[in-house]
């Protein structure tokens, strides 16, 4: 009985060494992987802090990219404002001009009508049938009134759309586009 006690006394040792070196090696194990956990999350937020710091510098990048459109855009709206103004008061002109040679044209009609008016009395000429010329006075002060709302409308269009263009330009510019942010996983 003593070969028996002792293969069971000696068989006991091996099972507890087997454990105590399983248990060991599994520890081990544990640790390695508790240092590589502790890696990767580590890694990761460097990965999230590096990718917040990009974010930030992004945004700000893209503000400083849209106070600078909204500033262009502002001066051309500011431009665009001024060439308008000076557009009316152009129109005005021509407007006043416009009114002027109506009052010529009628203060002509006038005189050759009193002119006509003297030969008819004197017995030089039949009297002057008048309506055909008020009919193109009348035409003729029509059509530069009309020309002078279109020639109006044409300058304001053609002011807006070159402030539209200029803006539009300005704000497609090739080397300003908005800052994007990629980070990889």
């Known amino acids: 009985m003593p070969v028996l006690a002792r293969f069971k006394s000696a068989s006991l040792q091996v099972l507890v060494l087997a454990l105590a ?19 990767a999350k580590t890694q990761q937020a460097k990965q999230q802090a590096e990718g917040e710091r990009l974010a930030r ?12 459109y909204r500033d262009q855009v502002s001066e051309i ?4 404002q001024a060439d308008l103004a000076q557009s009316r008061v152009a129109v ?13 044209l009628a203060s002509y009609i006038e005189r050759q009508r009193a002119n006509a008016s003297a030969a008819t009395i004197a017995g030089q000429c039949q009297a002057d049938t008048g309506p055909a ?8 002060r029509r059509a530069d009134e009309r020309a002078g709302e279109l020639a109006a409308i044409a300058d304001e ?7 539209c263009e200029a803006a539009y330009d300005a704000v497609n510019q090739a080397g300003d586009q908005p800052v994007e942010v990629h980070t990889s996983p």
């Not at 070196?21 to 890696?39: C, D, I, K, N, P």
């Open 21 to 39: 070196s399983t248990a060991a090696v599994q520890t081990w194990r544990l640790h390695g992987a508790q240092l590589e956990a502790a890696e």
């Open 57 to 68: 510098v992004a945004s700000e990048t893209n503000r400083q990219l849209e106070r600078q």
């Open 77 to 80: 709206e500011t431009r665009a």
């Open 92 to 104: 005005d002109r021509a407007r006043d001009a416009g009114q002027r040679l109506q009052r010529e």
């Open 133 to 140: 010329v008020d009919l193109l006075a009348e035409l003729f």
């Open 157 to 163: 269009a053609r002011v807006k759309g070159r402030a």
